[in-house]
């Protein structure tokens, strides 16, 4: 079965790159703009919990440190490795503390967030 | 001492006694005048026209020192001073002609004693009166008045000489207000003579009325010792044609001489001249007044304290600033007049200015009531003639505005960098996609142009980098993650990575350090990728480059060297720069926004190192930078 990845920012085009990519790399994805839906996951969510979360520090209004560090704080989703992006520089230190799993800078290279995933799946998997 | 009558030392002569004798009525009355002579303390002597003495009253010893006795028979005439002799006897001959007539002289007679004597004597030609027939000397002993008179004419030439000679001007009227002298000074001052005041009244000057001073010269001519304050007196008013003097300022001093009576003789004024200190005067408050203008036009705070903090000049915008005015600071403290904090704040530079000497360039957060305000400030002493500082300068501009625009201008390139890199992000990984997707394919072609427009997402992503530091730089938040690392691997690293852009010069490496330092792996590397990088756009026209490493005791040096189109002179301390770009028609050609080497030069500065450039003109560049082991 393919390992499932959540992709939330709030710019459409990332979404619709980070989408293509995935799929074309043999994932299952969900990309979004709602940062509502990341906040309420759980094991009884539709379709399952995520193998990964690929989650943009900005989002329009919310904070997606604020939603890494509840994901983290949850029973069900901490264990989900969880990958920070951001076109932000500091954001690499900050993302940390709420325990983000890896920080990718924008603008990324494919490969790089493909391998980049695969590890922390692997990771995860053990 | 009054003389009493003598019979036995005076005896009348023989005519005088011969009548005195036949005409009993006048006994009495002989009596009477013999007592009046014999007991004045004028002496009385009757001379014949030969000039011997044929009587003499009982006085004549008191003056002479002869006895009666032993004066008369004596020419008269050989008593008296050569000097005086034929003075005398001009005089005697005169009276000799004319009967009845007199005459009054003042000749030194010679005393008993060797000494001389002055008298005073009148002689009186009665020689056709039948009672006398004689001449008549009355005389009295006058040195005392004559060594007095001498005194006083000496203590007048004296006088005279003196003011003559002054240096004041001084100028003697009447109490009716003529001029009676001036000294030399007085005409040098007020380019006149005396001639030309002979209708000049004093106290009929309209000039000094009109300059309000004539009550103080009236007070002068009313006896009482006056100071006349200064005025600018126009000569050419008062004595037309008389003088080129235009004016003077001169302040004076007048009084009167008074004589015993306590009468008025003179009036003595003196004048001094003080037109140069009042040009000066005049000078100085222009240039003072000049001073002020400019300091008050500007618009940065202004102020000078002496050495104890005490304000000695400040101008309008520090009035304004600091809402008080130059009157209520002026003599007092910054503790006197601002709450001990902003005292406390603003005092702390003067004093390392007074104690370094030097100049004092600083910049500074000002409380104010709207905020703080940001000040670049200089501090400076100031020093008197004999070098000493006696003075505090402090010259602030307000720069808070310029700071806000630069700040909104920092984060707007900030923020404008992070919205840019998010489309690049997604238009990257579409390309990627894309050229993985033709990687299968067959239409090569295609495949190519795809993976150009990848080089150039990859260029314009490091623009956008750029401008992020430049932003991070200029807002203080250039933050840095040092580590040990080699230097030589880095360079190797950097320009493996760079080779895979397929230039056409080759990269040589020539790399000799073993010892590792610490160091920002990715920001080091930034540098190396921007000085190669500008090698190899600066020499389209050669086949090298070359990266070389060293190290010494203290430090690491790398440099870059190509064989390009070189940086002429006088731009090569600019380049190092924020937007610097050298000027010309060839380096125009080269695209960059002119922050790569500024960038580069602040992450070197942030190791300690150094960056600098060697270069020639058309023949090529070299860029070193430095960073110390500690």
């Not at chain 1, 939330?8 to 293509?20: K, N, S, T």
């Not at chain 2, 039948?130 to 005194?151: Q, Y």
């Not at chain 2, 009109?210 to 304050?229: A, D, Q």
């Not at chain 2, 690049?424 to 295609?446: P, Y």
């Given at each position: 079965m393919n390992k499932k990845i959540l992709v939330i ?9 980070l989408?293509?990519m995935l799929t074309g790399a043999g994932y299952d994805v969900e990309a ?6 990341a906040?309420?996951l759980n094991k009884k969510t539709?379709g399952g919990l995520p193998d990964l979360i690929i989650l ?12 890494c560090?509840?994901l983290k704080e949850k029973k069900d989703t901490k264990s989900i490795p969880i990958l920070m992006i ?9 993302v940390k503390?709420?325990g983000a799993d890896d920080f990718l ?5 494919m490969y790089e967030v493909l391998r980049v995933i695969e590890k922390k799946i692997k990771k995860a998997d053990q | ?630």
């Amino acid at each position: 079965m393919n390992k499932k990845i959540l992709v939330i920012d709030d710019d459409e085009g990332i979404l619709d790159a980070l989408q293509l990519m995935l799929t074309g790399a043999g994932y299952d994805v969900e990309a979004t703009v709602n940062v509502e839906y990341a906040e309420k996951l759980n094991k009884k969510t539709n379709g399952g919990l995520p193998d990964l979360i690929i989650l943009d520090m900005l989002l329009s209004g919310k904070d997606g440190r604020e939603v890494c560090k509840k994901l983290k704080e949850k029973k069900d989703t901490k264990s989900i490795p969880i990958l920070m992006i951001s076109a932000h520089p500091k954001a690499q230190n900050s993302v940390k503390n709420v325990g983000a799993d890896d920080f990718l800078q924008k603008p990324f290279d494919m490969y790089e967030v493909l391998r980049v995933i695969e590890k922390k799946i692997k990771k995860a998997d053990q | 001492m009054g003389n009493k009558i003598k019979d036995k030392n005076g005896s009348l002569p023989s005519a005088l006694a011969a009548k005195t004798s036949v005409e009993k009525a006048l006994q009495e009355s002989e009596k009477h005048f013999r007592a009046l002579i014999e007991n004045s303390t004028d002496a009385i002597a009757l001379i014949n026209p030969l000039g011997k003495v044929i009587y003499a009253s009982p006085s004549v010893q008191k003056i002479l020192g002869y006895t009666p006795e032993e004066f008369i028979g004596k020419n008269g005439l050989m008593l008296v001073h050569p000097q005086d002799r034929s003075m005398t006897m001009r005089e005697l001959s005169r009276i000799l002609l004319k009967p009845g007539s007199n005459a009054t002289v003042e000749v030194r007679v010679k005393h008993k004693n060797g000494s001389w004597v002055f008298v005073e004597s009148r002689g009186m030609n009665l020689l056709l009166d039948p009672n006398v027939r004689a001449i008549v000397s009355n005389f009295r002993d006058i040195t005392e008045r004559r060594l007095m008179e001498d005194k006083v004419r000496i203590s007048e030439i004296r006088y005279r000489t003196m003011i003559e000679q002054s240096p004041m001007s001084t100028q003697i009227l009447s109490p009716s207000g003529i001029t009676l002298m001036v000294n030399r000074a007085w005409e040098k001052l007020w380019g006149a003579k005396l001639e030309q005041l002979k209708d000049y009244n004093m106290l009929k000057d309209k000039q000094l009325v009109e300059l309000g001073i004539m009550p103080y010269v009236k007070k002068g001519f009313n006896g009482e010792p006056t100071h006349i304050p200064a005025v600018r007196y126009e000569p050419s008013k008062t004595v037309p044609n008389a003088t080129k003097v235009p004016y003077r300022w001169v302040s004076a001093i007048i009084y009167p001489v008074k004589d015993d009576e306590g009468d008025i003789q003179e009036v003595v004024l003196i004048h001094e001249d003080i037109t140069k200190q009042k040009i000066a005067e005049e000078k100085l408050r222009q240039s003072e007044q000049q001073l002020q203008a400019i300091l008050d036009e500007s618009p940065a705070v202004i102020f000078v304290k002496d050495l104890e903090g005490r304000y000695f000049l400040i101008n309008r915008q520090f009035e304004k600033i600091f809402n008080i005015s130059r009157s209520k600071i002026k003599g007092k403290t910054d503790y006197e007049v601002f709450p001990k904090e902003t005292a406390d704040h603003v005092t702390r530079h003067d004093r390392r200015v007074v104690k370094t000497g030097k100049p004092l360039e600083f910049e500074e957060v000002v409380p104010h009531k709207d905020g703080p305000h940001t000040y670049i400030s200089v501090k400076f002493p100031l020093y008197d003639e004999s070098g000493m500082i006696y003075a505090v300068c402090g010259i602030a501009t307000d720069i808070t505005e310029r700071k806000q625009a630069e700040e909104r201008k920092d984060d707007f390139i900030s923020v404008a960098s992070h919205e840019l890199r998010t489309p690049i992000t997604s238009i990257k990984i579409f390309n990627q996609i894309l050229e993985q997707r033709l990687k299968s394919g067959k239409d090569k072609k295609l495949l190519e142009h795809v993976e150009k427009m990848d080089v150039q997402i990859n260029k314009l992503s490091v623009l956008i980098s750029d401008l992020l530091d430049l932003a991070r730089i200029r807002s203080g938040k250039f933050k840095f993650r040092k580590e040990l690392l080699s230097i030589d691997d880095l360079i190797k690293e950097t320009v493996v990575s760079l080779a895979e852009a397929e230039t056409k010069q080759t990269i040589i490496v020539k790399g000799q350090v073993m010892k590792k330092v610490q160091a920002d792996r990715y920001r080091i590397g930034q540098v190396l990728i921007n000085l190669i990088s500008n090698a190899i756009k600066y020499s389209p026209n050669s086949d090298r480059i070359v990266v070389q490493s060293k190290q010494d005791t203290e430090k690491v040096t790398v440099s870059v060297t190509d064989f390009g189109i070189g940086i002429p002179k006088k731009a090569q301390d600019k380049i190092f720069e924020r937007f610097f770009r050298v000027e010309g028609k060839e380096e125009k050609t080269y695209p960059g926004f002119g922050i790569g080497l500024y960038v580069s030069s602040e992450i070197v500065k942030r190791h300690n190192g150094k960056i600098w450039v060697e270069s020639e003109k058309g023949k090529g560049s070299t860029f070193y930078f430095t960073i110390p082991f500690k």
